[in-house]
């Protein structure tokens, strides 16, 4: 198939940050077919531990450059993002701006999240079916004031892809006059023989009491303020342990400053950023992920297939994944049910080992041709709308 013969798809997301979505939007891009798609995927920010990871027959191209490429002397750093925000806000305003940098005309145009639906719905290019992809439970308070317009967008896309089944039936059940378009759920792919050689690649240092290890972002929503806090209320109740925290965010100041307060920076620690979290996974005792809400979480997949028991909050799609006190352990978002839950953990030694028992054939769940075979036919059956 000749490059004008091809389906022409555009991606557009807001940057590289190392996290879920970024992973699913590293995944489509290496492995949706190019002999059927010429893709291209344009970023409002050139920025992240992810920017240099996309492959090289996808076009990049950006808005603006990212934090890694401004100068270390503060006045002119501050400058050079207070550029960058004036230009990213004409971006927005004007859709022109990105136009000229792509230049070109596509078939599908895919909002990889709702930060950025209004880019693609606002597209000058009036003839290419659009696409919105949806990772978050809408219903959960963190949207209330952002709601109303993230369902005015949905309702304007030609098809939405649910990363969860959670995701879909939560808006079915809580709004059932909303119109939407069409869509269907599409879980997430796992490079699963990546992911076994990214664990191999070294082993951290491990210290005689169990750890716990938790992959995300430092938001108040994944509910690492609230870990904390149980995490010494445990050590003051004679239950030792420590817990790993890897990811960067807004929360990381608030959160260093507290575990001082609290006197617990030996046996609580934040990593930040690690490009490959899954040595520190794979040699965990236990994954610990205490979100307030969820969609699909990628990491809790991958913590799966490293064979490592999940305590995680029942929300979002996380009871796709886990099965409660099977293939791991689901509890509350609350004080209470962390804290009884990673007392579960710490204390039930037949719970953990027939956890880890069922563990040893979880890869069986996972097929991921049929994740891409599915996000293919979506594309082409809009295509040739």
């Given at each position: 198939?000749?490059?004008?013969?091809?389906?022409?798809?555009l991606f557009r997301h807001r940057s590289m940050e190392m996290g879920g979505v970024e992973k699913v939007v590293?995944?489509?891009?290496?492995?949706?077919?190019?002999?059927?798609?010429?893709?291209?995927i344009c970023l409002n920010i050139n920025q992240g531990e992810l920017r240099n990871e996309i492959p090289g027959h996808v076009r990049k191209v950006y808005l603006t450059a990212g934090k890694e490429d401004f100068s270390k002397n503060?006045?002119?750093?501050?400058?050079?993002?207070a550029k960058r925000k004036l230009k990213l806000r004409k971006a927005s305003k004007n859709p022109l701006v990105a136009q000229e940098l792509l230049n070109d005309l596509y078939d599908v145009e895919i909002a990889t999240t709702y930060a950025v639906y209004h880019a693609v719905l606002n597209s000058p290019n009036k003839n290419s079916r659009k696409i919105a992809w949806l990772h978050s439970d809408l219903t959960v308070s963190a949207f209330d004031n952002m709601r109303d317009n993230i369902f005015r967008n949905m309702q304007k896309f030609d098809y939405i892809i649910y990363g969860s089944r959670q995701c879909q039936q939560v808006l079915e059940e809580k709004y059932p006059s909303l119109q939407l378009p069409p869509g269907k759920v599409v879980l997430n792919a796992i490079p699963i023989e990546d992911l076994k050689v990214k664990a191999e690649a070294f082993i951290p240092e491990k210290e005689d009491v169990p750890t716990f290890v938790s992959v995300g972002r430092l938001h108040i929503r994944k509910g690492y303020r609230l870990l904390l806090e149980v995490h010494r209320q445990l050590l003051d109740a004679g239950y030792a342990h420590r817990i790993i925290v890897i990811g960067n965010g807004e929360d990381y100041s608030l959160l260093s400053s507290r575990i001082k307060e609290l006197g617990v920076g030996e046996s609580f620690r934040?990593?930040?950023?690690?490009?490959?979290?899954?040595?520190?996974?794979?040699?965990?005792?236990f994954y610990i992920m205490p979100?307030?809400?969820?969609?699909?979480?990628?990491?809790?997949?991958?913590?799966?297939?490293?064979?490592?028991p999940i305590l995680a909050t029942n929300v979002g799609g996380i009871p796709e994944m886990i099965d409660h006190l099977f293939t791991g352990y689901l509890t509350e978002y609350s004080q209470e049910g962390l804290y009884n839950g990673i007392k579960e953990f710490?204390?039930?030694?037949?719970?953990?080992?027939?956890?880890?028992?069922?563990?040893?054939?979880?890869?069986?769940?996972f097929d991921n041709r049929k994740i891409f075979d599915a996000v293919e036919n979506i594309i082409i059956n809009l295509s040739k709308k």
């Open positions: 198939m000749t490059k004008r013969d091809k389906i022409k798809v590293l995944s489509m891009l290496n492995h949706l077919d190019k002999n059927k798609f010429d893709l291209t503060p006045i002119i750093h501050k400058l050079q993002l934040l990593l930040g950023t690690q490009l490959n979290p899954y040595p520190y996974v794979k040699n965990a005792d979100s307030e809400s969820e969609g699909w979480p990628l990491i809790i997949a991958e913590t799966l297939i490293l064979q490592r710490l204390t039930n030694r037949p719970l953990v080992e027939n956890i880890r028992e069922n563990l040893k054939n979880i890869e069986e769940r």
